[in-house]
């Protein structure tokens, strides 16, 4: 069985490298906001809160959607800090873990957690979710899959012999079990529950996979030398069975809920 990492290790793991963090992940795909708008109610004026927005990937195209308030709250002293320097007056960042004390009972219109809710206790958190969002409104959580279909032995040779993060324990990523996320909200009281799984196809090349798999937990974890001289391997590997340009497969699984109301 793989050592697992402790879930606190999201909430300062990715602090330590912003701009690293922040040039290494894939933004989201266009369509997932288009489904947003559509069935989640992302619409000019509305009301979202974002849970571990991390270096902003999601919130800044949540904003561009004309939206009234984004609150993130982001556990990161250094990632909260980053959002604050964005100076824009819809964006009230608070530094602190998602729980109870978050204010703001039924007061959103939508929630989102992008690439960050298996970093926190599943069933705690969603009712703390429907605290906070008003009757009727929506939440959605979603992954980038870095993972490619099938074998994937360059992202295998990563992480061997590393703790795994809660997002992939058992061998399989925690957003791709669509019906065990799907029981999770419906059991939580969401109604109208949707799965959809989006996929896109992104040249690249060894040394955008290295900034990539720089920002993992694991290998953030590492000391510095040992975390450069297994990111050289994997980017040399990567040059000798892909070449300097090549194109991985990328999966971005979605789910969808409602309060009732």
């Known amino acids: 069985m793989s050592l697992s990492l402790d879930r606190r290790v999201g909430s300062a793991a990715f602090g330590e490298d912003v701009a690293g963090y922040a040039a290494g992940r894939l933004d989201y795909p266009e369509a997932l906001f288009e489904v947003l708008g559509q069935r989640a109610g992302l619409a000019a004026g509305t009301r979202v809160l974002e849970i571990g927005p991390g270096t902003g ?12 308030r984004l609150v993130a709250v982001e556990p990161d002293p250094a990632l909260a800090e980053h959002l ?39 069933d705690p958190a969603l009712v703390q979710v429907m605290r906070l969002l008003k009757p009727g409104g ?12 099938g074998e994937d032995p360059l992202f295998d040779a990563l992480f061997e012999g ?33 799965h959809v799984l989006l996929s896109r196809r992104i040249e690249m090349t060894p040394a955008s996979l290295r900034a990539l798999y720089s920002t993992f937990s694991a290998i953030r974890q590492l000391a510095p030398a040992v975390r450069a001289e297994r990111l050289d391997r994997i980017e040399q590997a990567a040059s000798r069975r892909l070449g300097e340009r090549f194109v991985r497969t990328f999966r971005t699984p979605l789910y969808l809920g409602r309060a009732r109301g």
Do not use: K
């Not at 990937?57 to 009234?68: E, W």
């Not at 530094?95 to 960050?116: K, Y």
């Open 138 to 149: 929506s939440f959605a959580m979603w992954w980038n899959v870095f993972h490619e279909p």
């Open 84 to 122: 604050r320097g964005w100076n824009e007056p819809r964006l009230e960042v608070r530094c602190a873990g998602f729980g109870p004390e978050i204010a703001g009972d039924a007061s959103f219109d939508l929630v989102v957690a992008a690439t960050s809710f298996h970093w926190l206790e599943s």
């Open 162 to 194: 590393l703790p795994r993060p809660p997002s992939l324990l058992n061998g399989w990523h925690y957003s791709l079990d669509a019906g065990a996320r799907c029981r999770d909200l419906a059991g939580a009281g969401f109604v109208d529950v949707e």
């Open 57 to 68: 990937q999601a919130s800044r195209r949540l904003l561009d959607a004309s939206i009234g």
